[in-house]
């Protein structure tokens, strides 16, 4: 919305082509609207996507890793969204609540004054201090404040309002403003809406044959605001310098047009920016996968066992609720631990800080975008670089990070997310 109002301060609001103007900025909001709901499909070759776990907490902004573990701030995060939304939708009903306040007296307003049907539209004679206005076919006018000469000119320009539906323009506006009461642009887009609709009310008596000067003259005379509903077109405003300088405006050559075509690339723009784009890849997925296709990492024994799984949990040492990225599972010091499937070793830890974050650890990359990670380890029984085969031994259990005991922690990446491991391995081991 803000690329296309900007489009139309810098190209366009100085022309005279102002029922195109008005027609852009009706557009320019109908379309703002809809190009984030446009879904583009486009089909790509699949791409093969490198698994980087988290090890590193100088990496992770905002993010305490300890242990292949971070920190939950999701009841932070979903309060924020909550006091948000609410902000959101008090902002909407206060919108509403004030629109629904103007239609309301304009109602009353009509039901509760004399009505004098002329031509096409409906004259309501109103009491209140207030500059003449229209609503769909209802013109509200004070006799008693106009000559009638000022209203010969005042109702037919009233009379523009009405034969060219400004009233739904200006309703469309103000329910995407209920919506939309955040966006500073859509008052702007507004603003520039009801200077159009001046300007074509105003061209429309002067072209009708009125006298140029004597109808510039029922403006100045007119100058002073008065009250004015939303929802309905006001004679007077403070447009009065800006229409009077449209009047003598001398008209734009139509080459002005050709302006339009800078909306073309805005467009364009907006589209691959804000419409959403759904990638078709013919991706393998570790769903695809059997259980029977991976190896736990460690054989079952009476003195192995599943401490922590995937999922929230209480931190042993730190005693905060955190997210464990992985499964824990307790076992002696020195249990042989094996590779869950075929792979080559992607990284072996040599730089750690005793008991401190993971300690030691391998990462092993498999086929079909995955990969595993073993941390605590006691030592390592392969290399960097090394073809490993489904059960070949990679080291033994330990305890060097931070533990409260010798375990594996062990985590599984897919296509760049980490998933449940207990969904593709059969541990047969106790929790």
């Known amino acids: 919305m803000a690329a296309f109002y900007l489009l139309y301060k810098i190209f366009l609001a100085r022309d005279t082509f102002v029922m195109r103007n008005r027609i852009y900025l009706l557009f320019s909001v109908l379309i703002s609207l809809l190009i984030p709901i446009f879904s583009f499909t486009i089909n790509q070759e699949p791409t093969a996507i490198v698994n980087q776990f988290a090890l590193d907490p100088v990496y992770e902004f905002k993010t305490d890793l300890v242990g292949g573990m971070e920190v939950v701030k999701e009841s932070f995060q979903i309060e924020t969204i909550v006091v948000l ?15 629904s306040k103007h239609l309301i007296r304009i109602l009353k307003t009509i039901s509760a004054n004399e009505i004098e049907v002329k031509q096409n539209f409906k004259i309501v004679s109103v009491q209140e201090n207030t500059s003449p206005y229209s609503f769909f076919r209802y013109v509200f006018l004070n006799p ?18 009405v034969k060219q539906n400004h009233t739904i323009d200006l309703i469309f506006v103000e329910i995407v403003k209920v919506l939309m009461w955040f966006n500073p642009f859509i008052y702007f887009i507004q603003r520039s809406l009801i200077e159009m609709h001046e300007y074509l009310a105003d061209r429309a008596c002067i072209n009708s044959g009125n006298d140029r ?3 510039q003259n029922t403006l100045v005379r007119n100058i002073e605001d008065r ?39 805005v467009i364009c723009l907006s589209i691959l920016c804000f419409g959403f784009k759904e990638i078709h890849m013919e991706k393998s997925t ?5 259980k029977s296709d991976y190896k736990f990492p460690i054989e079952p024994g009476k003195s192995v066992k599943i401490t922590s799984v995937y ?9 905060k609720v955190k997210f464990h990225r992985g499964v824990d599972v307790a076992a002696p010091m020195g249990t042989p631990i094996y590779a869950v499937a075929d792979g080559v ?3 072996v830890n040599l730089q750690f800080t005793k008991g401190k974050g993971y300690g030691r650890f391998i ?5 079909n975008g995955i990969s595993s990670l073993y941390s605590q380890m006691a030592s390592y029984s392969v290399k960097e670089g090394e073809k490993v085969k489904k059960g070949d031994k990679i080291g033994t259990v330990g305890s060097s990070g931070i533990s409260t005991g010798p375990h594996l922690h062990f985590e599984f990446k897919k296509d760049g997310e980490y998933v449940d491991p207990m969904k593709y391995l059969s541990p047969q081991i106790e929790k």
């Open 345 to 347: 070793v992607k990284k």
């Open 227 to 265: 009250m004015n509903f939303a929802l309905t077109s006001a004679f007077n405003s403070s447009l009065t310098l800006k229409r009077i300088k449209m009047i003598k405006k001398i008209k734009n050559s139509n080459l002005s047009n050709f302006k339009l075509l800078a909306v073309i690339p």
């Open 144 to 161: 008693r404040l106009t000559s009638e000469s000022d209203q010969k000119h005042i109702l037919l320009h009233e009379s523009v309002h």
């Open 213 to 215: 000067i004597e109808y």
């Open 286 to 290: 570790l769903l695809s996968v059997t």
């Open 85 to 99: 939304f609410l902000v959101y939708l008090l902002g909407v009903v206060f919108s509403f609540v004030r629109i």
């Open 363 to 367: 990462i092993i990359d498999h086929a």
């Open 311 to 319: 999922g929230k949990r209480m931190h042993p040492v730190h005693k």
